[in-house]
């Protein structure tokens, strides 16, 4: 390439010479008897054919590096987008690795502000027994929750199995025990969020059970502890029941 354009300087370094004499020729009558006019046009159209020649073949050595450029550009693109599509597959593989290895691990999680450690087998226990009753096998649904309760004592789904505990036993009539399991939430998890609801379903379970007095008073408290809320609503429609 430095050749090629050491050369080029040269002819163009020629041709401005014989342009510069050429004129030079032009302003000195004498002078022009050492060149005919057919000679002098031949100089300066050679001139322009030698000038036109060095600027093609410049284009053609500039396009020929762009060409070069947009080609080594694409291939950096191309690498680039290799290392970043690495990198994705690597982020991939390995939080995948970490879900499949908590599967087999106990985990710290937090369900519905409870936090605590579960078991691997603890989670699959418990969406078990809800899919149950989501699916009104109200029976299986109590008896998969009243195995959750007893088998997983210390887990933060804990709440939220006494709760649906004691709205199965409720849905199948057994009220002594939703009254059991729903006091039970209702003491060991006094602020949980699941609390308003689970009053409701234990003042109807009093009220069912033929404790008006107990039910009223449950009653009560939701509408003064939980005002604007859906189970105040709920309660106050109830309460007149107790009457």
């Known amino acids: 390439m430095k050749a090629f354009f050491s050369n080029k300087k040269q002819t163009l370094s020629r041709a401005f010479c014989l342009s510069a004499f050429i004129i030079y020729l032009g302003g000195s009558n004498s002078a022009w008897a050492l060149f005919s006019d057919d000679e002098a046009r031949k100089a300066i159209l050679d001139l322009r054919k030698s000038l036109a020649t060095t600027q093609l073949e410049l284009q053609g050595e500039i396009d020929k590096l762009k060409a070069e450029n947009a080609e080594l550009r694409g291939k950096i693109e191309n690498l680039e987008k290799q290392g970043e599509d690495i990198s994705s597959s690597q982020k991939t593989y390995y939080q995948d690795l970490d879900s499949r290895l908590g599967n087999f691990e106990p985990r710290t999680v937090t369900i519905e502000g409870v936090t605590g450690t579960i078991q691997p087998s603890e989670k699959k226990a418990y969406d078990d027994a809800l899919k149950a009753f989501q699916a009104g096998n ?22 939220l199995a ?36 689970a009053m409701v379903t234990l003042g109807s379970s009093q009220l069912e059970s033929g404790n008006k007095a107990a039910a009223k008073k449950t009653f009560n408290e939701i509408i003064a502890k939980y005002p604007n809320t859906d189970a105040a609503k709920d309660a106050q429609q109830l309460i007149t029941a107790t009457k």
Not at 140 to 158: I, M, Q
Not at 169 to 193: D, T, V
């Open 162 to 197: 006494l709760y649906w505990s004691g709205n199965s036993k409720y849905a199948n009539k057994e009220y002594a025990g939703a009254i059991s399991q729903l006091q039970n939430l209702i003491k060991r998890y006094p602020n949980h969020s699941r609390i308003p609801a």
């Open 138 to 159: 109200l029976k299986k649904a109590d008896e998969a929750f009243s195995v959750f309760t007893n088998k997983y004592p210390k887990s933060p789904y804990l709440p």
